[in-house]
């Protein structure tokens, strides 16, 4: 058995150990980097970069170094690649087609590329890079600005001589094994952030962690909220589509950002209009979130219309509705198509409640439970009168969150 074959061993027992077990990719990179130093390899800085699925970020990087251990960036997508990707060693594999490069930090690799020059500022004297791709490698070559998907990987030493052959070896023998149990993580970490962003963060948390069947669902008590745009069909039909898209994506991400900001969870989005939860632990703290969310919203979008009114961007007012009470919360639908999504007379009252602003002549509309369920209440909630409400025997008080003239 060879030195290489000794140190290989027991370290793709230990990575496979670690995909077994769901180990993070951080777990696994920073003791996979560990342990090459207690083998004693001279490894001065370690570097993988990944794709990552998800609509804000185009890819993820890990960096180890022996000085601060390891970190991570995410890459946001961009219509045109940065500099930093332009001139880095990885787009040049790329480029060429390339599965290998190595820099011994001479004078054309210092002028062709930053990195290097920022490497050799630490006292590096090798550099090693290499790929792997998951899945079936086609003919075509890799595409630098939009890679398949796999892993970019790069080793730095800062011996004098730099790496030997054995030591190339070595990571030549673990790179699969490697690979795979990062596949394994990220892969998991992938269905996370997309269930996420398509479900809402608790709804997907739940879904990831099996509540997968079919009318499995639980009764919670809550805080509904209905989110609308006011004249969302006047302006659907004035504006060309991509700016209309822009205008929602505006309004959306701002009341999203909002909520979610105050412990509400994103249950789905309904043309225009966004339905949302407060589940915090007691009604208590979901009536007082969803009233201090509701209050920072007007606020928010009136700054927001001035913004846009300034730009020469069209404005929207915006409706918000909030009831609480038992609520059925779970999965429903056909066997092969369900949505994590909410249902029962709470649901239904509020969307009722939700009908009344033009009537009411108000943009915030709170049932009377939430109103109790709130108290004492920061904000001066202000008695719009006794109502009938299709559904419901007894008149229902509303209110509305004074703060001025809105």
């Known amino acids: 058995m060879t030195e290489t074959d000794k140190i290989a061993a027991p370290m793709i027992a230990w990575i496979v150990e670690q995909g077994l077990h769901g180990v993070s990719r951080e777990g696994i990179l920073k003791g996979y980097c560990e342990r090459l130093v207690q083998a004693g390899l001279p490894l001065l800085r370690f570097h993988v970069a990944q794709r990552a699925f998800h609509p804000k970020f185009g890819g993820i990087g890990f960096s180890w170094t022996r000085a601060e251990g390891l970190s991570h960036q995410y890459f946001q997508r961009q219509e045109t690649p940065v500099d ?36 050799a500022g630490t006292g590096a004297t090798d550099y090693f890079a290499t790929r792997l791709m ?49 596949k394994s993580s990220s892969h998991r970490q992938m269905a996370s952030d997309l269930l996420q962003v398509y479900l809402g963060r608790d709804a997907g948390r739940r879904v ?93 979008i009136a700054e927001r219309n001035i913004e846009r009114s300034t730009s020469g961007l069209p404005i929207a007012d ?13 999965n429903i639908g056909a066997e092969n198509r369900l949505d994590f999504t909410v249902i029962g007379p709470t649901v239904n009252l509020t969307s ?30 202000v008695s719009l009168g006794r109502y009938m409400l299709r559904g419901v025997s007894e008149p229902v008080e509303l209110y509305t969150i004074f703060e001025g003239a809105e």
């Open 318 to 330: 915006f409706t918000l509705a909030l009831h609480a009470g038992e609520i059925l919360y779970g």
């Open 352 to 381: 009722r409640i939700s009908g009344l602003h033009r009537e009411v002549g108000q943009s915030i509309i709170v049932s009377e439970v939430v109103q109790r369920a709130a108290q004492p209440s920061p904000h001066d909630l």
């Open 134 to 182: 998951f899945g079936e490698a086609g003919d075509e070559p890799q595409d630098p600005n939009n890679p398949a998907e796999g892993m970019m990987v790069s080793w730095t030493s800062d011996q004098v001589g730099g790496f030997t052959e054995a030591d190339l070896s070595l990571f030549r023998t673990l790179l699969p094994h490697l690979g795979l149990a990062l």
């Open 208 to 300: 990831l962690s099996g509540e997968i069947q079919r009318g499995s669902s639980q009764k919670i008590d809550a805080v509904i909220c209905y989110f609308d745009l006011k004249g969302f069909t006047r302006l659907a039909e004035q504006l060309p589509g991509p700016d209309l898209i822009e205008m929602l994506n505006d309004y959306f991400g701002l009341a999203v950002a909002t909520i979610q900001g105050h412990g509400g969870n994103i249950l789905k989005f309904m043309g225009d209009g966004i339905l949302t939860m407060f589940d915090l632990g007691s009604i208590q703290e979901d009536a007082t979130a969803a009233l201090a969310a509701a209050s920072e919203l007007r606020i928010k």
């Open 84 to 119: 930093a990707w332009l001139l880095s060693p990885f787009y040049r594999m790329l480029q060429q087609d390339n599965k290998e490069f190595r820099s011994s930090f001479g004078a054309e690799d210092m002028a062709d590329f930053p990195l290097i020059r920022d490497l």
